[in-house]
């Protein structure tokens, strides 16, 4: 079998971008990789999804181009091979949302309220066919990682049948409040949106790492651009944002707020087990820092009333990420 690298160099060439220029670009916490190509004037993106380390760039082509069809502004597809996991994508550029907010902190509410903007346009249209839903079980199945990742990490593991109750428990109210509807790109972040001043509408914002991308609640990714783990959002922000995709939808303020901060409390849970295994499985200890804010999303949605059960099951079986908790988690972590 050809070596990775020999496999790129011939998809590269085949693409017509054999002499390009390539420079890795920051990764994410999966198995891809990313690099910028130059060639003269033009610039593309190289994805290198290889399937033996359980990467599947199909959904990702079947969403970019849904997407596309829509108006937004995924990125082209210039060149693919599903079968190597290689794609040659348009470069949307540097501009992060997170990049542009930091540089110019004054046009931060203008890039949330394009965002906002383009979730309430994705949502008035039908889901992809054929979608998998990210359901009451699902949730609540990644809702209890805490107890297999977090709990073990920091030596405090819950009592017998304590994490299958909480499962089982969360997944009524999910059922219940949560139901799906919509296509959720389900990683709607400031780090994985681009600004594109120079095009119209919802297009200014370019989409990246929606292979995840599955029906769900409405809600769902707007709690993901506004409870972010890796920023603060200012909570006035915040506010302003729910309460502009609700006038933009014309839904219920009421049943829409319990549904967010439920999905927020699902969300931060399923974040906490998760940055707990790169950690403890993953050699990535990097993520462990941004746990506190994780925590204090998750303290925030539990506040709402309607939540008060699920609030006293985890704070008796979930203890906060305390220093001394992410140094125990951080010493167990494997070398890369």
């Given at each position: 079998m050809p070596e990775r690298a020999e496999v790129i160099a011939a998809f590269l060439s085949g693409a017509g971008w054999g002499d390009a220029t390539r420079r890795p670009l920051a990764g994410d916490a999966s198995n891809r990789r990313y690099e910028?190509?130059?060639?003269?004037?033009?610039?593309?993106?190289?994805m290198d999804a290889p399937a033996e380390r359980g990467e599947d760039v199909r959904p990702f082509l079947a969403i970019a181009r849904h997407l596309s069809g829509l108006g937004l502004s995924a990125p082209a597809i210039l060149a693919e091979d599903p079968g190597t996991g290689l794609l040659l994508l348009e470069d949307l550029g540097d501009d992060l949302f997170a990049r542009v907010a930091a540089r110019d902190p004054a046009q931060e509410e203008t890039l949330y309220a394009a965002a906002v903007d383009l979730l309430a346009d994705l949502h008035r249209a039908p889901p992809p066919s054929g979608l998998g839903a990210y359901d009451a079980p699902i949730m609540a199945r990644l809702a209890r990682l805490p107890f297999d990742w977090y709990l073990p990490g920091i030596d405090a593991?819950?009592?017998?049948?304590?994490?299958?109750?909480?499962?089982?428990?969360?997944?009524?109210?999910?059922?219940?409040?949560?139901?799906?509807?919509?296509?959720?790109?389900?990683?709607?972040?400031?780090?994985?949106?681009?600004?594109?001043p120079d095009r119209q509408g919802a297009a200014r914002v370019g989409l990246l790492?929606?292979?995840?991308?599955?029906?769900?609640?409405?809600?769902?990714?707007?709690?993901?651009?506004?409870?972010?783990?890796?920023?603060?959002?200012?909570?006035?922000?915040?506010?302003?944002?729910?309460?502009?995709?609700?006038?933009?939808?014309?839904?219920?303020?009421?049943?829409?707020?319990?549904?967010?901060?439920?999905?927020?409390?699902?969300?931060n849970l399923r974040i906490l087990g998760v940055f707990a295994r790169l950690c403890l499985r993953d050699g990535k200890p990097g993520y462990l820092p941004l746990l506190p804010r994780v925590w204090g999303h998750l303290m925030r949605d539990l506040s709402h009333p309607d939540l008060a059960p699920l609030r006293a099951q985890v704070l008796d079986l979930i203890p906060p990420p305390e220093p001394d908790h992410l140094d125990r988690i951080a010493r167990k972590c494997p070398a890369r």
């Amino acid at each position: 079998m050809p070596e990775r690298a020999e496999v790129i160099a011939a998809f590269l060439s085949g693409a017509g971008w054999g002499d390009a220029t390539r420079r890795p670009l920051a990764g994410d916490a999966s198995n891809r990789r990313y690099e910028r190509l130059t060639d003269g004037l033009r610039s593309a993106v190289l994805m290198d999804a290889p399937a033996e380390r359980g990467e599947d760039v199909r959904p990702f082509l079947a969403i970019a181009r849904h997407l596309s069809g829509l108006g937004l502004s995924a990125p082209a597809i210039l060149a693919e091979d599903p079968g190597t996991g290689l794609l040659l994508l348009e470069d949307l550029g540097d501009d992060l949302f997170a990049r542009v907010a930091a540089r110019d902190p004054a046009q931060e509410e203008t890039l949330y309220a394009a965002a906002v903007d383009l979730l309430a346009d994705l949502h008035r249209a039908p889901p992809p066919s054929g979608l998998g839903a990210y359901d009451a079980p699902i949730m609540a199945r990644l809702a209890r990682l805490p107890f297999d990742w977090y709990l073990p990490g920091i030596d405090a593991p819950a009592p017998d049948g304590a994490a299958a109750a909480f499962r089982a428990g969360i997944e009524t109210v999910l059922a219940e409040h949560a139901p799906p509807s919509v296509l959720i790109l389900r990683d709607y972040h400031a780090e994985n949106l681009i600004w594109l001043p120079d095009r119209q509408g919802a297009a200014r914002v370019g989409l990246l790492d929606f292979q995840d991308a599955l029906c769900g609640h409405p809600a769902y990714d707007l709690v993901s651009l506004l409870e972010d783990a890796r920023r603060d959002v200012d909570e006035g922000l915040q506010a302003r944002m729910r309460t502009r995709y609700v006038a933009a939808t014309g839904t219920a303020p009421d049943s829409f707020d319990r549904a967010y901060a439920l999905l927020g409390a699902q969300r931060n849970l399923r974040i906490l087990g998760v940055f707990a295994r790169l950690c403890l499985r993953d050699g990535k200890p990097g993520y462990l820092p941004l746990l506190p804010r994780v925590w204090g999303h998750l303290m925030r949605d539990l506040s709402h009333p309607d939540l008060a059960p699920l609030r006293a099951q985890v704070l008796d079986l979930i203890p906060p990420p305390e220093p001394d908790h992410l140094d125990r988690i951080a010493r167990k972590c494997p070398a890369r």
